[in-house]
């Protein structure tokens, strides 16, 4: 079953996309939004598999959403526009199609199609993946010795040119890997990227303060202070409330 959104700030938009959608069994309507900043919080709550994004909504657009979403959290996406020139800003973010306002009905089943067969081949690309795909230990040098430090021990980690910091309790480790190559290894469900030069292991978070530019200020549970930006805000709130 595919879980569909709908974002379009014209209530009419959102009900003709709607109705299209009931026309087809193996689609599930999860939930819709009128504005991108409701868009994105509906995204990292709901979690659909698509959304339908209008494009030129008031205060922010449906590109823009899109944009702010997490990339591990961000659905599929096809756009919905009364223009054609946001065509390469569409593939740019990966969007699946686009469909000119008003939408043709033979378009909207093609558009959906598309979905089906991106959805078919994540699914496979996901089975294929051994059992234990995420690193569990890692082997850190400390002087002439080798140390090997195990995930579950790992209380956040920093970015630090070609290495990434691993804090163990008081204890740094360096490892010889760029934060952005190893944030693909760690598992979703544990370790979270709350900044470009950070990542937090989500069971260590105590609280969060909201500062005034939108940043989030965190505290670990040993009292670390770190900061996670507005860019990742929300994913935090969805990963935090889906522990």
């Known amino acids: 079953m595919m879980r569909v959104m709908v974002v379009d700030d014209e209530p009419l938009a959102r009900d003709g996309v709607r109705v299209r959608l009931a026309a087809h069994r193996d689609v599930c309507f999860v939930g819709e939004a009128a504005d991108g900043d409701t868009a994105i919080q509906a995204i990292n709550r709901l979690r659909p598999d698509l959304v339908f994004m209008d494009v030129q909504m008031p205060s922010l657009s449906g590109i823009d959403a899109l944009r702010r979403v997490y990339p591990d959290a961000r659905p599929l996406a096809i756009l919905l526009t009364a223009y054609d020139n946001f065509a ?10 686009y469909l000119l306002k008003p939408i ?22 996901v089975h294929a993946e051994p059992a234990n795909a995420w690193a569990e ?23 630090n040119d070609d290495y990434a910091g691993l804090h163990v309790g008081s204890r740094v480790y360096l490892l010889r890997e760029p934060l952005h190559q190893l944030s693909h290894r760690l598992d979703p469900r544990r370790f979270l990227r709350i900044h470009r030069s ?34 990742y805000v929300d994913h935090l709130h969805a990963a935090l409330a889906a522990r």
């Open 104 to 125: 043709d009905d033979q378009r909207f089943r093609e558009a959906l199609d598309r979905a089906r067969t991106a959805l078919r081949r994540r699914a496979s690309e």
């Open 88 to 97: 390469v800003t569409a593939f740019e973010l990966h969007a699946l199609d």
């Open 198 to 231: 950070t990542i937090v292991r989500l069971d260590r978070v105590a609280e969060l303060e909201a500062l005034s530019n939108r940043d989030c200020l965190i505290r670990l549970r040993d009292g670390t202070p770190l900061r996670a930006s507005r860019t």
């Open 137 to 159: 230990r890692f082997s850190v040098r400390v002087g002439q010795r080798i140390a090997v430090v195990e995930a579950n021990d790992i209380d956040w980690i920093e970015a």
